[in-house]
């Protein structure tokens, strides 16, 4: 009995519903990008039934997608006495949040105010640009999903939406008003318009689906990273999932087209025929793909055919013009410029075209001349045994592998030499004066900057200081403070040398000072 009621608690612990239980599939439909909104009729004529196999279809609908900002986004708004807006297009970027969100969908009852919620949908939902609304220049669909009971004056506000640009799709479950819906869906009525008995919703899934992605496949191929001799292709990858390849066909524009820009653009005609193109094939899981060995200064022309059994796709096309060419040395820049050295760098680095660096050096106005080659994969070299405080001109030339050679000029200054201070005495005269003498009458002398300050229990300290002519070696200063200390410094043209400091020694309280020289 224990073993027969341990087998039955098993066998019911394994056919319990797991929450966890098969999680919704990532989409993998990368070819579309653009706003869907569901106009859910949920109102009394709907029965909980209905309801929840309309939900059961969306799910199943939407399940393959890929969702987000720069791919599809999904709305739901459901009909009612008044209409509510379950979720709006930003909600909501991954399948596992919005399965779960259309489970937990109620319905709404009440009267069928589809005109109403048409106006919702126009004025917010649906429009381009507005906060919370559809994405600027990209496709916008409507998909009404109604059992076809009093839909209401429906014409004219689904007339509008159409001449605004919104694509409108129609999923009947009833039989009735075939005449007012064919007049709201966007033609070809055929693919826009579906009768559907409510349990056989799912054998129109998939012809609904194909019909949302013809309206929202993001045929657009971009142009980025254009350079002088090459550029980047990228696409949205509508063969992911799928067998198949890329193949890529550019060239340069036949005399007489016109370029898109030196940026790069989007376009979708092809016209490469009449010209001499070259080929690249890339795998099915591309979406870029770059281009070498371009022409500088040149507009090329690129298509993208997506080759598969499966589906058929359109070619693609863009026109961008390769940027000028820019020859090295464009820039030359100087650091760590020292007494007797510099380091001088240039730009851009092109090893690829670049054979060798020449440089060239002299003093200002007419020194001797000085040179050094490095290696195309240098960018800097550091000039030594240079004369302090002097003017060099610098001259850095490129030979490029063409044979053409450009240079280009710069002006550098080492350094001065700033010789420290050699000594410094201070002897006392009196109770509060000291005399002050040191060394000095260095080459390039300008001067000496003299400090003092002092600085007693309960007064704040106090600074002064004096400049000296560059003859000057020994001052007198007066009525100092006590322990007060003296500072000399030699100032040159550029800078000021390394200065010695001294403490006065001497019993003084006098809180006035001043100098004498």
Request: with cysteine; hydrophobic share 35%.
């Amino acid at each position: 009995m224990e073993s027969l009621m341990l087998t039955w608690m098993l066998l019911c612990s394994l056919l319990r519903p797991s929450a966890t239980q098969n999680p919704p599939p990532d989409g993998v439909l990368n070819c579309c990008e653009g706003d869907v909104l569901f106009l859910l009729d949920s109102s009394g004529s709907v029965s909980s039934y209905e309801h929840s196999r309309m939900l059961a279809f969306l799910s199943e609908l939407l399940l393959p997608f890929s969702l987000g900002q720069d791919q599809v986004r999904v709305g739901l708004l459901q009909v009612g006495t008044r209409p509510r807006l379950e979720f709006g297009f930003d909600t909501y970027s991954t399948q596992s949040d919005l399965q779960g969100a259309l489970r937990n969908t109620k319905p709404l009852r009440g009267d069928t105010n589809t005109v109403e919620a048409l106006k919702m949908a126009r004025d917010r939902v649906l429009r381009s640009g507005a906060a919370d609304g559809a994405r600027l220049g990209l496709p916008r669909v409507l998909v009404w999903l109604t059992d076809g009971v009093k839909p209401g004056d429906v014409i004219g506000p689904m007339a509008e939406l159409r001449e605004e640009g919104v694509a409108v799709l129609v999923v009947s479950t009833g039989h009735g008003n075939y005449q007012v819906l064919r007049q709201v869906v966007t033609p070809p009525v055929e693919n826009h318009l579906y009768f559907v008995d409510i349990d056989d919703m799912s054998i129109i899934t998939e012809d609904l689906r194909d019909a949302i992605i013809e309206i929202i496949r993001a045929e657009r191929i971009n142009v980025r990273d254009v350079s002088t001799n090459s550029a980047t292709l990228q696409w949205r990858p509508v063969l992911s999932g799928l067998t198949g390849y890329y193949e890529i066909r550019f060239g340069p524009l036949p005399s007489g087209g016109a370029g898109v820009g030196a940026g790069g653009g989007t376009g979708t005609s092809p016209s490469t025929s009449g010209s001499h193109y070259q080929r690249l094939a890339q795998s099915a899981d591309s979406s870029t793909a770059r281009l070498t060995g371009l022409k500088p200064d040149t507009t090329y022309t690129a298509t993208l055919t997506p080759e598969s059994n499966e589906q058929a796709f359109n070619t693609l096309s863009v026109t961008f013009t390769t940027k000028p060419e820019v020859l090295s040395p464009a820039v030359v820049t100087v650091s760590e410029s020292g007494q007797t050295s510099v380091r001088v760098s240039w730009g851009p680095l092109q090893p690829e075209t670049v054979t060798s660096y020449y440089i060239e050096y002299s003093a200002l106005p007419r020194g001797k001349l000085h040179a050094v080659t490095v290696g195309r994969t240098q960018n800097s070299t550091l000039l030594k045994e240079l004369q302090p405080d002097t003017t060099y001109l610098v001259t850095v030339s490129a030979l490029h592998a063409s044979g053409r050679e450009k240079a280009m000029s710069v002006k550098v200054c080492t350094q001065e030499v700033t010789p420290a201070l050699a000594d410094l005495q201070l002897t006392t005269v009196g109770s509060d004066s000291v005399q002050v003498d040191w060394k000095g009458s260095m080459a390039g002398l300008r001067g000496y900057w003299l400090t003092w300050e002092g600085k007693q229990s309960s007064v704040p300290a106090q600074r002064s200081s004096l400049y000296l002519p560059p003859d000057s070696l020994s001052t007198r200063l007066s009525h100092l403070p006590p322990l007060a200390r003296v500072c000399v410094s030699p100032i040159y043209k550029t800078a000021r040398g390394e200065g010695l400091c001294c403490t006065a020694q001497f019993d003084s309280d006098a809180l006035a000072y001043g100098y004498r020289s």
